[in-house]
Every structure is written in C-alpha cells, then in structure tokens.
C-alpha cells in the first residue's frame, strides 16, 4: 500500500516537473517572437539624425529632454502590397523634369534652405540628397555591401548654376574634337540637360557606379554585378533607372545605366514592372498632354514645402524615432 502511494507521488511530482517546463518553453517562445520583429518585417537600420524624413533646411541632429540624440529607424520590405495611388509613399517626388517640365527658376534656394540636403556619401568630395529622400539611398548604399556590391557615387543634387557649367564644358569639348558650336550643343544636349531642367538639379537623382567601372563615355557599366543588383533591388528603395536602353527618344537623353531617380517604393515597383519610363508611365496614367507637359504631379509647382514630408505605409517602410528611454515613437 506505501509503495503504491509513493508510486502515485512520484507520477503526480514527474508530471509537475513537465508541465512547468513547457510552460517556461512557452514562454520563452512568446517573449522571443514579441523580442524582435518577425522575417517578413525586413531588415533595420540605424541612421544617424541628419537623414530625418522629417527634416527641414538644417541637417543637424534633434537634442530631446533628457539630453540624448534622437535616432532614426527604418524598416524596409522586399514587396510592395497591391493597391492604388492612395497607398503610394512619398507622393511628392512623383514629378517629371525634363525637357518639357522644368524647376522653378530659386528651386536651388528652395531646396537648401527651406527643403535641406543631406549628406549621403563622401569621398572626394560631398555628395547631397534631398533629406526627405536621402534615408532610402543610404539604406539601400548600406544593404548593397551586405550583398557583397560596392555601389559608388559619382554625381548627386547639382546647382542650376552647376548644371551651366557642365553644359558649356561639355559643348566646348565637342568643339575641339572638330564639331561646330551648333552640332556641338545639339549633341551635348543628349547626354547633359539644360539648367532647371535636370533631376539632378531636384536633388533627387543619383549617378551610381562602382569604384573598377566609373567611366561615363560608354555603357560598359550595365555589365557589372553593381549594375546587375540594381536592376533587381533599386525599386525597393523607392529609384528606377530613369534612362532605360532604347527609350532615348522618349527621355531625350542617351541611355544611362547609372542614373537613378527617386520616386517613392510604390511608384518605382510599379514603373519597373510595366518597363516604361517615367515620361510613359505619365502619359499612361493620364498625367500629361499631348505635348508631354505633366497636368499633374507637378511637384515642385505644387508647393511641396509646405506637403508631408514622407507618407510611409506600413506595409512599404515605418519609420520610428528612439528616443534614449526605450520608447518607440512613430514619426508622424
């Protein structure tokens, strides 16, 4: 009879014991997956306070209460989900310039001053973007060289006065090859566009090559990995090859496999996937006339100064500021 009780104990104390570890195992497990965000979410980085999406005019980093800095956080993901123009992100650098649709005449001192240009590569020299666009071209510098591809800048936002410059020399160089100044002007115009009416000039357009291939006087650079991993993930962060192969009299402007131009994610998967240029996607959509002349997003004619700095959808990219205390607060 004691045998048989101390027999049911010892069931009774072993049943104990397993229950409790699987209710630790559980635990562990809920803790873990509310821990860190689930695959799906994507990758996280930290940017420093001078890539806020929110920033206007001065670069410099947001000092809080407690006297920390505040840290910016984007999460980015591979798709963009289906729907319409009203999930898009960053609808404000939806807009052509070209040479149809050029910049207001101060756009220079709009976007230094009342915009703000962020620094988003260095080596021997500076290179600026708009802020509100800048944290996606450094994220998708920085997820590139964890693919094993070394992206590098060559050009970025141009001054209009700038633009002047690099059309006149590249006249002048024709010129000594023999050409007359008409032939010469023409033929520059088809690889250098007029002040005011570069995207450059918007600070939203990048030249990207890598450090082995950076020559410019062919299109040699679309046979490099660089070249290969843009064409596959550009989109993700919101660019798109702007001046496709074969489309020069659609864009007006040589195809260029370095020139990239942001649009927001959703507009660059979507121009992506139907093979258009940015000139085409307009006129599909109804956004332009007859004569190329954009009737709609028109960008820097719309006040974008005073537009949401970024619309980011959750499904695209959130963004959340940790301010030092272990809160995340959204960014509105």
Do not use: C
Request: no cysteine.
């Amino acid at each position: 009879m004691r045998r048989r009780k101390q027999k049911s104990i010892a069931i009774k104390t072993v049943t104990y014991v397993v229950l409790i570890l699987l209710l630790f195992l559980l635990i562990v497990f809920i803790v873990s997956r509310f821990d860190k965000p689930p695959a799906s979410e994507g990758q996280t980085t930290l940017i420093t306070p001078t890539h806020s999406l929110v920033s206007r005019g001065s670069t410099e980093g947001t000092t809080l209460a407690d006297g920390s800095e505040d840290v910016l956080i984007i999460t980015t993901t591979a798709e963009v989900t289906e729907g319409t123009d009203e999930l898009a992100d960053n609808e404000w650098a939806l807009f052509l310039v070209n040479n149809q649709n050029g910049l207001p005449a101060d756009y220079d001192s709009t976007i230094e001053d009342d915009i703000g240009l962020t620094l988003v590569f260095s080596d021997y020299r500076d290179y600026y973007f708009d802020s509100r666009a800048a944290p996606y071209l450094t994220k998708m510098l920085e997820d590139s060289s964890e693919d094993g591809v070394n992206l590098y800048i060559v050009s970025t936002y141009r001054t209009q006065k700038y633009q002047q410059t690099n059309l006149d020399n590249s006249v002048t160089e024709r010129m000594n090859l023999g050409m007359d100044y008409d032939t010469a002007y023409a033929d520059a115009l088809e690889s250098v566009a007029l002040p005011g009416h570069s995207e450059h000039n918007a600070g939203l357009a990048a030249d990207i090559m890598t450090p082995s291939y950076t020559s410019m006087a062919d299109d040699g650079f679309k046979n490099t990995d660089e070249y290969k991993w843009l064409s596959e993930n550009a989109r993700k962060y919101g660019f798109i090859l702007r001046y496709p192969e074969g489309k020069q009299d659609v864009t007006g402007i040589i195809y260029e496999p370095w020139h990239y131009r942001f649009v927001g994610v959703y507009h660059a998967t979507k121009i992506a996937e139907s093979g258009l240029t940015l000139e085409e996607y307009f006129e599909e959509n109804g956004w332009a006339d007859d004569d190329g002349k954009a009737t709609k997003h028109l960008g820097p004619l719309e006040e974008t100064v005073n537009s949401p700095a970024a619309t980011l959808p959750p499904d695209m990219i959130t963004v959340t500021v940790n301010t030092g205390s272990g809160e995340a607060i959204p960014v509105e």
